[in-house]
């Protein structure tokens, strides 16, 4: 029977003819070994990113993806407070190794890209189901790793659209990445045995399913400096992510990291939502300034008031979910003796609000029962010896540990602690 749109017995034209691509440096031997990197690197991406999403549980109320948890949404453990650097670790490790996967991926999809102008397009029901489960694959990757990118340039102020698109692909990504290593590891092994005849031998299987060229054009680059550009991309990536984790006189290689600015001195450190870019105004933040503490009782504390209770000072790291993180010594008083002092004494989360109001009208947080009772949650009134800057989230900001940053929230108007029924 003949196809009425497309003759699949004629010659193709443009891409669709296989001598189309020419380039000397695609075969079996390379797309295996960029296989073989992403196959070990990307289920590290994988896991640090079910368990980083595991810190926006449901028992960090308000902070997870859906309100109505749908299968995917796995939380099968409570996120703990130890160790205090658990989230900069997994989202730490996300981030820097999905950055520095990136140009693997993107010479991967090179090396396979005449594949997608395979002629015929289909030629069997198998061949169909290969090519959509590879579409699924490439799809879901190229959106994981750009959306992944896109926000880490742009401050989000709260996880709702791109979290849950990311969090969904994500499960998009593992079945086609798990299908995919399950049918290709065979052909990948077999590629990395051919390393050395694929050059010179780059005609010797040639046909529609070999990935070296029919007619390969003159060697303008070797397979060698094509391997160490993307090594070395990848190596940059790698460092400037480090150095964003692990801050400190490595800070300076982290050029994808925090896009504030720093202050000097005790306030040296990353800033990523200025006061200017909240538009906090002094009046909000001055001597009128109070703190509402609602629990079974209301509150009302004046900065001076606050200063005067048991202070407690820890070293706490701040990490942001763009993967940098910043460790600096708190001084503040403990979230559960202000929920004792609203006479809210057994476990309770804790809803808190800022006088920043340009967010969708203002912008709450919730911290869940674990962080509440955690001796190591304060409100932060000082930093390093000094008061908070107003960029630091002067007058108070909340530091809990092993959160994600997006918990620690500055310019603190009002901690609301609801008690959980257990
Ligand atoms: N009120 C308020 N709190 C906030 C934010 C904000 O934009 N507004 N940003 C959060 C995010 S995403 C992070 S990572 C930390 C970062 O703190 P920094 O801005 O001091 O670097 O603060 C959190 N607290
Ligand atoms: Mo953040």
Not at 186 to 199: A, E, K, P, Q, S
Not at 381 to 396: F, Q, T
Request: charged share 10%.
């Amino acid at each position: 029977m003949r196809l009425p749109v497309v003759d699949l017995t004629r010659t193709p034209r443009g891409p669709f003819r296989p001598d189309f691509w020419r380039s000397p440096l695609r075969g079996p031997w390379l797309t295996a070994l960029l296989g073989l990197v992403l196959m070990i690197g990307t289920p590290i991406v994988v896991v640090t990113g079910l368990i980083s999403n595991a810190a926006y549980q449901p028992l960090l109320a308000g902070n997870s993806i859906g309100t109505n948890l749908s299968p995917l949404d796995l939380y099968v453990f409570t996120w703990p407070t130890r160790p205090v650097w658990l989230y900069a670790l997994t989202e730490g490790l996300h981030v820097t190794i999905g950055l520095a996967l990136f140009p693997v991926l993107l010479v991967k999809l090179w090396s396979v890209f005449p594949r997608l102008f395979e002629w015929p397009p289909v030629r069997s029901p198998a061949h169909a189901l290969e090519r959509l489960s590879v579409a699924l694959l490439v799809g879901s990757a190229l959106f994981e790793f750009v959306s992944g990118i896109v926000v880490m340039q742009f401050y989000y102020p709260f996880p709702f659209f791109f979290t849950a698109a990311h969090y969904y692909g994500a499960w998009v990504f593992i079945a086609a990445f798990g299908a995919h290593v399950l049918l290709k590891f065979g052909t990948m092994r077999r590629g990395l045995r051919t390393r050395g005849d694929v050059m010179e031998a780059a005609g010797a299987s040639p046909g529609p399913t070999s990935l070296a060229a029919v007619s390969p054009g003159p060697v303008t680059m070797s397979r060698r400096v094509l391997l160490g550009t993307v090594g070395a991309g990848s190596l940059l990536l790698l460092l400037q992510g480090a150095g964003g984790s692990i801050g400190g006189p490595f800070r300076f290689l982290s050029f994808f990291g925090p896009h504030g600015y720093t202050g000097s001195g005790p306030l040296d450190f990353p800033v990523t939502e200025t006061a200017a870019a909240a538009q906090i105004t002094p009046a909000s933040v001055g001597a009128a300034w109070r703190l509402d503490v609602v629990g079974t009782r209301s509150l009302q504390f004046s900065r001076e008031q606050l200063l005067a209770m048991p202070q407690h000072t820890y070293d706490l790291p701040i990490a942001c979910t763009e993967g940098w993180s910043t460790t600096q010594r708190w001084t503040g008083v403990r979230l559960r003796d202000l929920a004792a002092l609203a006479g809210v004494n057994e476990s309770a989360t804790v809803t808190s609000s800022t006088v920043q109001t340009d967010l969708n009208g203002g912008y709450v947080v919730t911290l869940g029962s674990e962080q509440v009772a955690d001796e190591l949650s304060l409100l932060a009134l000082r930093v390093n010896g000094v008061d908070l800057s107003l960029d630091h989230g002067y007058p108070a900001r909340v530091i809990s540990p092993a959160v994600p940053g997006t918990h620690c929230h500055k310019w603190v108007s009002k901690l609301a602690f609801s008690p959980v029924l257990t």
